[in-house]
């Protein structure tokens, strides 16, 4: 285990006006209160937006596993938006510059966030993969090995849409949003909600991204209810895009129901009423204190590799009371 001096710190020491503005521009976990670490390493984790509420609660969740466990300095960040690619490049080469003994990221693009991860880890830090995996073929051709701490979201989004299927009955037209092209759970969850749209005689009549968004989905979903009025369901990526459809539905003073992922608090209320049939719970504290585990031990020398797979758990009105 090394210890390391940052180049961050010293410069903040110095009074850097320029770099000064960068030290706030990240969350600190513990690392804020290191004046010398004392040989304790620091993990860094870089998130997708924290306007996502999921973020927020994966942040927090990270946070007070660090404090839990006391023995690291934890380093967060997040990104604008979540589609904002650059925004993670900048946050991971943060993490070089200060030196940190390990980064653990939920990457907004499954491919092009690689190249950045191997130049970091060609720099010494430890590289743990969670929430959204890293594609396979660019690992490969990288040269790296990085294990995935995360869900199933296929199965997730099959679960949650076959309870959408249930209450449509079969015949019933539904749209698909999806999430960033270039993110692999997009992908898994796209092709869940299919297979549970096609095992319950769904129609799929419409199936375009969103990226996530809340904006964009109440956009996408109203221009989808114009062109087929008849849709009674939506298949939501996230629940970010469903309180988007929300709004949509709403506006067009329409009946639809909801299938979607991630249980946020703020869909919770839709659920309990009816409207949101299905959510999917895939502990996003969780996810980010066992990619810690993970990455402290890459620091201590043991390299773990392949999947290691957390839970997802679907949640309707009767999970909620």
Known sequence: MKQRTTAVTLACALGAATVLTACGQEGDGASADRPGDGGRPTVCLVMKSLGNEYFQTMEKGAKAHAKQRGDLDLKTSGIQNETDIDGQVAAINRCVTDRADALVIAPADSRALVAPLERAEKQGLKVINIDVKLDDGALRASGMKVPFVGPDN??????????????????????????????????QRAAGFRAAAKAGGLKVVSSKTAHWETDEAYTVLGNMLTAHPDIKGVLASNDSMALGALKAIDAKKASVKIASFDNIEAIRPYVQKGRVVATVDQYAAQQAADGIDQAMKAVDGDEPTGWVKTDVKVVTADDLG
Request: overall charge neutral; proline content about 3%.
């Open 154 to 187: 296929e199965r997730g989004a099959r679960l949650s849409g076959d309870v959408l299927a249930k209450s449509l009955g079969k015949g019933a037209e539904v749209a698909l949003l999806e999430g960033s092209p270039g993110a692999d759970n997009a992908r």
